[in-house]
């Protein structure tokens, strides 16, 4: 018997990766596949996002710089100019203590001429006279006064009737700054009145009156017909 030939025939009949390479265990096999295809432990949680806090804030007035410019009106003295711009705040502040009075309203509708129009001109009076006075905390004081009633004299603030309780407490406070400013409460101080005139102004007035009257009637049609 030729063993050689036999233990060759049973050889080849055994394949070769069975001889050299031990089994593949499958099992073990996914199991690793699984170990390293799965995400790390801080992957798995879902990424934290940041709490934003959102808040609502109440859009204020800015509040304007008060103008350090003097302001000059051709002919006057700072004087008569701080009077006459003491005559028109007057005037201002005697329309809103009159509009408070009626509650904002007019003929029962919402006036729409407080923050607009009467306070809006009563802030700018105070700022151009603030540089000219001597003693100007009158002047600021409604500055600031005005800012904090403007959100109150608006149209839809007066039919909201929110503010029906603090309008004749300001009317008072008109009325109040109206009589510190002018010193009365008597209409008549916010009416200009003209200075008294000295007999030799008036004397000087009529007499270049006068002249006036005499070159109209020498240039006249009459006296160049009759030269």
Request: glycine share 4%; with cysteine; hydrophobic share 35%.
């Amino acid at each position: 018997m030729d063993w050689l030939a036999f233990i060759t025939n049973i050889v080849n009949k055994v394949p070769i990766e069975k001889v050299f390479f031990p089994p593949r265990d499958n099992a073990k096999a996914l199991e690793e596949f699984v170990r390293t295809q799965a995400p790390p432990e801080s992957q798995n949680k879902a990424p934290s996002v940041p709490k934003i806090t959102t808040t609502t804030k109440t859009p204020e007035r800015v509040a304007q710089p008060t103008s350090t410019a003097v302001l000059e009106r051709p002919g006057l003295t700072t004087e008569q100019t701080v009077a006459y711009q003491n005559r028109e705040i007057g005037k201002q502040l005697l329309a809103m203590e009159s509009h408070y009075s009626q509650g904002m309203k007019i003929a029962g509708s919402p006036c729409d001429c407080g923050a607009t129009k009467h306070l809006l001109y009563l802030e700018e009076l105070c700022q151009e006279t603030i540089p000219m006075a001597g003693e100007p905390s009158v002047y600021e004081e409604i500055v600031s006064w005005v800012r904090e009633a403007e959100p109150k004299s608006t149209a839809e603030a007066a039919k909201s009737g929110r503010h029906d309780q603090d309008y004749p407490v300001l009317s008072g406070q008109a009325r109040d700054f109206r009589k510190r400013l002018l010193g009365t409460l008597a209409p008549a101080a916010m009416i200009e009145t003209r200075e008294p005139v000295s007999l030799e102004e008036a004397k000087k007035m009529a007499a270049e009156e006068a002249a006036k009257e005499v070159e109209k009637r020498w240039q006249s049609p009459e006296k160049k017909s009759a030269t």
